[in-house]
């Protein structure tokens, strides 16, 4: 018997590796084929010199081109949403209630369906992210294995999870990251039999993403020495302006997101509003359109001005916020990471910084990293990729000290972060585990029993005794004469 258990649970084990090395390269493939595509078609439109139908005023050159191509491309997010008869976009929000939840289902239709929106927003000119969305489409695919008929049963937790972490790993070229963020923001607790599946996934989706060779990760970045006295101040004053930004971030794109109802607008409606935003925005300021990569980089590497740098932070801290709330889809993962660097290259230009130019990298990468980690709720996450995209254990540590302060700030006055929000808004505290979304499920009428040794408020004790024992139970209740 032992050794048929044994034989058992060693095919269990072996099929959850194999399953999970199959997501991990399909999930691979299809991120950079969405990431390349995407920018690509981006890049075409918005930053082809060729490209360009423009108009004067007032001594103001405008691009009417964003204005052309923004609007259509919210009109076609809507109409889809619309055919696919959907109330909302799916995002990672959904990815954390489906690995929680006992069922553990995904809605397919609704999962595929956000991606395609969120590669026609992306492709448009919507000021969101790519990451959010290749996390939901990872966790999709997972569940649309698990559904067929040739899969060994596995636990659905774990199977969502390889999806996420593929995803990540893929997107970034960052694997250890992949493993860690779903085990954080997804799974929330570790196991061996996870962590296995998981690093497979990771794994093979990381060696897939090589061998393609599509895209390479976006971030990469050269670390420089540095001396950590040079820039604790700086850092510690990251730290709670970076839960400040995340904190507003946060609650205008829930703000905004309950606007569309309340202005008795159709959710298929609602993109068209964020279309006109980025359009308008566009004409003047196209830097902050787009996922912002090239702008990033560029705030990353080379010193700007403080008035364009905050232009650039109010601008894609509203336009973003606009577009999510208003259904235009898209992540907020890359948004999250253009404001933290821009807000680090802000303290750079500072007196309290060092005028070592080269500090800039390092406050960037360390304002990147603070803000994505509260906007995610994955402190962990942003510091192992912070070591994994620059190859720096300083540039890690040094972006440590901001990110413990601002997710101390951000958890105890917003929450865990956005998406533990938008959960707790459609009634799921995710934050109180498991057992509370499966009794928030279960009726109590269901277990109600009619039948019981009923004992009014006079009865007596041995007349009581002698009720229990002629109706075989060991409990009674009193009941009053208004039942």
């Not at 890690?396 to 707790?424: E, H, M, W, Y």
């Amino acid at each position: 018997m032992l050794k048929k258990t044994s034989i058992k649970t060693i095919k269990d084990s072996l099929s959850l590796l194999i399953i999970a090395a199959i997501i991990g390269t399909i999930v691979s493939f299809v991120a950079q084929l969405f990431i390349i595509s995407a920018k690509n078609i981006y890049e075409f439109i918005f930053n082809n010199n060729d490209f360009i139908l423009s108009f004067d005023v007032g001594g103001m050159s405008l691009n009417l081109i964003p204005l052309i191509i923004c609007v259509p491309s919210s009109i076609l997010v809507g109409l889809l949403m619309y055919y696919l008869k959907l109330p909302r976009w799916f995002g990672p929000a959904d990815t954390i209630y489906a690995a929680h939840h006992k069922a553990g289902v995904l809605d397919l239709k609704g999962g595929f369906g956000s991606t395609l929106a969120s590669f026609i927003s992306i492709s448009g000119g919507a000021s969101v992210g790519i990451y959010g969305p290749l996390v939901h489409f990872g966790a999709t695919v997972s569940s649309f294995i698990r559904r067929q008929t040739f899969t060994p049963k596995i636990p659905h937790d774990i199977i969502i999870g390889s999806g996420v972490a593929a995803a990540i790993s893929a997107g970034f070229g960052a694997p250890l990251a992949g493993i860690i963020f779903a085990h954080e923001t997804v799974l929330r607790h570790f196991s061996m039999k996870a962590v296995a599946a998981l690093a497979i996934a990771s794994m093979a989706a990381n060696y897939s993403a090589t061998e393609i060779d599509i895209v390479s990760p976006p971030l990469l970045l050269t670390a420089i020495p540095f001396e950590m006295s040079d820039i604790l101040t700086s850092l510690a004053l990251i730290g709670p302006l970076a839960a400040v930004v995340a904190i507003i971030f946060m609650k205008l794109m829930i703000y905004l997101g309950s606007l569309p109802p309340k202005l008795k607008l159709q959710s298929w409606q609602a993109p068209i509003i964020a279309g006109f935003a980025c359009g308008l925005c566009g004409m003047i300021f196209s830097e902050i359109l787009g996922l912002g990569t090239e702008t990033l980089i560029s705030v990353i590497t080379n010193e700007q001005n403080i008035v364009y740098l905050l232009a650039l932070l109010i601008g894609k801290l509203v336009l973003t916020s606009i577009c999510i709330g208003f259904g235009f889809f898209g992540g907020t993962f890359s948004p999250a990471l253009f404001l933290g660097g821009v807000l680090g290259a802000i303290i750079f230009q500072l007196p309290i910084t060092s005028i070592n130019p080269d500090l800039l990298s390092v406050l960037a990468v360390s304002g990147m990293a603070a803000v994505s980690s509260s906007v995610i709720g994955a402190p962990i996450t942003a510091i192992i990729l912070v070591l994994e995209l620059t190859g720096s254990y300083e540039y890690a540590i040094a972006a440590t000290f901001p990110i413990v302060i601002c997710s101390f700030i951000t958890s105890r006055t917003f929450g865990n972060s956005l998406f533990d929000k938008q959960l707790i808004s459609r009634g799921v505290a995710i934050t109180k585990g498991r057992e509370q979304i499966l009794l928030n499920e279960v009726l109590i009428e269901s277990y109600v029993e009619k039948k019981f040794t009923k004992l009014s408020t006079k009865t007596s004790i041995e007349k009581a005794i002698k009720l229990l024992t002629s109706e075989k139970t060991t409990e009674g209740y009193i009941v009053t004469k208004e039942n």
